[in-house]
Nanobody, 127 residues
Framework: VQLQASGGGLVQSGGSLRLSCATS????????MGWFRQAPGKEREFVAA?????????YADSVKGRFTISKNNTNVIMVYLQMMSLKPEDTAIYYC????????????????????WGQGTQVTVSS
């Protein structure tokens, strides 16, 4: 299973970016999808998650109101993370990931529960 993340880059504080995650693996239509990030010297942390059908979303407090996650279950499954009002502390490598089974808020926040991971895309926010 391949998850291809893209859309990262360098942006000024207050700017916007949209990250994309693509997979052609049909089985992932029934998987919940998440975005995590890891800054230098820090542990990987949860950013946002969306349920398999797109109807439920969950966000870390640090990004709530600024980031929006969405999922399209088309021939190529796409997961987006729209990031607004970016801050320097949002600088990190962002990873998309897929998790199967039940949607439980505690469960989808934990990286160890995810089955498949993309390669990451770098987001750098300058002050």
């Amino acid at each position: 299973v391949q998850l291809q993340a893209s859309g990262g880059g360098l942006v000024q504080s207050g700017g916007s970016l949209r990250l994309s995650c693509a997979t052609s693996e049909r089985a992932l239509q029934t998987y919940h999808m998440g975005w995590f990030r890891q800054a230098p010297g820090k542990e990987r942390e949860f950013v946002a998650a969306v349920s398999w059908g797109g109807g439920r979303t969950l966000y870390a407090d640090s990004v709530k109101g600024r980031f929006t996650i969405s999922k399209n279950n088309t021939n190529v499954i796409m997961v987006y993370l729209q990031m607004m009002s970016l801050k320097p502390e949002d600088t990190a490598i962002y990873y998309c990931a897929a998790v199967g089974a039940n949607w439980e808020t505690t469960r989808v926040k934990m990286a160890n529960n995810y089955n498949y991971w993309g390669q990451g895309t770098q987001v750098t926010v300058s002050s």
